[in-house]
T-cell receptor, first 109, second 114 residues
Framework: GQNIDQPTEMTATEGAIVQINCTYQ??????LFWYQQHAGEAPTFLSY??LDGLEEKGRFSSFLSRSKGYSYLLLKELQMKDSASYLC??????????WGAGTKLIIKP | DAMVIQNPRYQVTQFGKPVTLSCSQT?????MYWYQQKSSQAPKLLFH???????NEADTPDNFQSRRPNTSFCFLDIRSPGLGDAAMYLC?????????????FGSGTQLSVL
């Protein structure tokens, strides 16, 4: 079966750095997405990785290792508005998008 | 601004009473998707359209139907809602459905079934 694993919940402090991990077992790989979803709202796109390495975009960075089936989202200089769920999603060999259940990130002052 | 719009934001229906959720887009994207998302769960793809071509997921119940009368609009019809159908319904679009394309989501419709 196809599976995406993320921690259910994480807590971090305002101004700090947090790393949200995602491991995947899918039939093939054609890219990995990270989306942010605030409570009661729709997901919004954060990043896309298809090659190994780190993609940096402002305070957010995303890393991919295809050989390990592993990605992480790194959030720096955390702000209260970063409190949200972060969903990892992988495109498999059939170009189906497989979603994780998301990691709920709680930011404390 | 080009966007994906879902109406209504909140919908309450009665058990067994048909309900229709709507989605419109000004992005002129070819692909439109309907997802169901329950609390703290992954979004579940119900079906998608590539232009007028309808693609149903194998495990989508027959109770769920969809219409896309034109490029801009897509509807989700739930013929006989059950309590288990209470969820957030998300409409999304992508330009061509390619593997590297991000999805653009509407704000979602939160459906309650009484």
């Amino acid at each position: 079966g196809q599976n995406i694993d993320q921690p259910t919940e994480m807590t971090a402090t305002e101004g700090a750095i947090v790393q949200i991990n995602c491991t995947y077992q899918t039939s093939g790989f054609n890219g990995l997405f990270w989306y942010q979803q605030h409570a009661g709202e729709a997901p919004t796109f954060l990043s896309y990785n298809v090659l190994d390495g780190l993609e940096e975009k402002g305070r957010f960075s995303s890393f991919l290792s295809r050989s390990k089936g592993y990605s992480y989202l790194l959030l720096k200089e955390l702000q209260m508005k970063d409190s949200a769920s972060y969903l990892c999603a992988v495109t498999d060999s059939n170009y189906q998008l497989i979603w994780g259940a998301g990691t709920k990130l709680i930011i404390k002052p | 601004d080009a966007m994906v719009i879902q109406n209504p934001r909140y919908q309450v229906t009665q058990f067994g009473k048909p309900v229709t959720l709507s989605c419109s887009q000004t992005l002129n994207h070819n692909v439109m998707y309907w997802y169901q998302q329950k609390s703290s769960q992954a979004p579940k793809l119900l079906f998608h359209y590539y232009d007028k071509d309808f693609n149903n997921e194998a495990d989508t119940p027959d109770n769920f139907q969809s219409r896309r009368p034109n490029t801009s609009f897509c509807f989700l019809d739930i013929r006989s809602p059950g309590l288990g159908d209470a969820a957030m319904y998300l409409c999304a679009t992508s330009r061509e459905g390619q593997n590297n394309e991000k999805l653009f989501f509407g704000s979602g419709t939160q459906l309650s079934v009484l």
